[in-house]
């Protein structure tokens, strides 16, 4: 896309404004560390436009204090008290699963998940916010626990100027077809692959 220009225009009907206006849904995949930050920087980025913002995570544990969050609480802050920005809000989906500790049944974690994904969806046909992140949501995805069919046709049917960016690994076939924006992350190198673990301002 050379100086912002599309290599090709589609014959869509609609107007250079109107479809720099429509609505984005994203995809950060792949096995590359960096989708979660990706989206929220994009996240950032609406804050600073006056956005709504809504962060809903759903695999990390909901005890672990990401740094993202903090800082976005803060940002959330601002707005409300000094009319800084957009709004922010940010929740934890599921039971606290994560990748070292699963507390509950396979059973418990897909109502968590299916539950979370009802409150989004309900969410959304209310356009309650300005831009979403789904942190992690490829995974209750992948594995069966939310319908990817009944995930994209919400999506692709939400109304107004929703803007929506889902992170995580194995995103299915059919999310990667609906996305307007789709980025792999790929691993070149990683610290870990030498046996060193992660860090404090790296990781979190």
Do not use: C
């Not at 920087?41 to 956005?51: C, E, I, S, T, V």
């Not at 922010?88 to 994904?117: F, I, L, N, Y």
């Not at 009802?118 to 992690?136: G, N």
């Not at 995930?151 to 889902?166: D, F, K, N, S, T």
């Amino acid at each position: 896309m050379p100086q912002g220009q599309p290599l090709t225009v589609p014959a869509d009907g609609l107007t250079t404004k109107a479809r720099r206006n429509a609505p984005v849904l994203a995809v950060h995949t792949g096995p590359g560390k960096g989708k979660s930050t990706a989206a929220f920087g994009m996240a950032l980025r609406a804050w600073n436009q006056g956005f709504d913002v809504a962060v809903f995570q759903f695999v990390k544990s909901a005890k672990w204090k990401v740094g993202e969050e903090s800082a976005f609480r803060e940002l959330g802050r601002m707005h409300d008290e000094h009319g800084i920005g957009g709004s922010v809000e940010w929740h934890k989906m599921g039971s606290g699963w994560s990748w070292t500790r699963k507390p509950g049944s396979d059973v418990d974690h897909a109502a968590a998940a299916a539950d979370g994904w009802a409150e989004i969806s309900r969410r959304l046909s209310e356009q309650r916010h300005d831009f979403y992140v789904l942190d992690e949501f490829t995974y209750p995805l992948k594995w069966g626990w939310v319908d990817t069919v009944e995930v994209v046709e919400a999506l692709v049917a939400r109304p107004g100027r929703q803007h929506v960016v889902i992170t995580g690994r194995d995103a299915p076939p059919g999310l990667i077809d609906a996305a307007d924006l789709v980025t792999e992350m790929t691993k070149v190198k990683h610290p870990m692959d030498a046996g060193r673990k992660g860090q404090r301002g790296i990781e979190w």
